[in-house]
């Protein structure tokens, strides 16, 4: 799969992390889109959405990658999706994975590999050993 066409399975998925819901029960925040400057306000549990003025797919990875009490799996957060970068060409780019835990391999979304099944991604050993590293340095 192309780099282009695996950023449309991203974008076109149905996001286990996005959950909007009503804005009374969250603070929303707000982050600027990079390329038109408008203020975007993410509510619930959302942590990506496109901008509305521009389209521009932005994601905050702060709020994906937080682990609460009951978090059994550090790959996925009990997503079933984990979400995994890698350098082309100089840039970096995210890519998603289905997680071989229990919530991935029930996640609905098909056409998405096993992260032990795709080439580009660390090993999932590596990526919980990285996000319990990440979680405990905040
Ligand atoms: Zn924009
Ligand atoms: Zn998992």
């Known amino acids: 799969m ?12 149905d996001w286990p992390g996005e959950e909007p819901v009503e804005e009374s029960k969250s603070t929303p925040v707000a982050e600027q889109c990079a390329n038109c400057g408008t203020l975007v306000n993410f509510v619930g549990k959302q942590w990506r959405r496109p901008c509305p003025q521009c389209g521009l797919s932005i994601t ?46 029930s ?17 999932y050993h590596v990526i919980v050993a990285r996000n319990k590293a990440r979680c405990e340095a905040r």
């Open 107 to 123: 996640h609905p979304a098909k056409g998405i590999p096993a992260i032990d099944q795709v080439k580009n991604a660390p090993e």
């Open 60 to 105: 905050l990875s702060e709020r994906y990658e937080r682990p609460r009490e009951t978090t059994e799996c550090y790959a996925c957060y009990d997503r079933g999706i984990i979400i995994y970068q890698a350098q082309v060409d100089g840039e970096i780019y995210d890519h998603a994975a289905r997680c071989i835990c229990r919530k991935g391999t």
């Open 2 to 13: 192309s780099m282009q066409s695996m950023g449309e399975v991203i974008d076109n998925m």
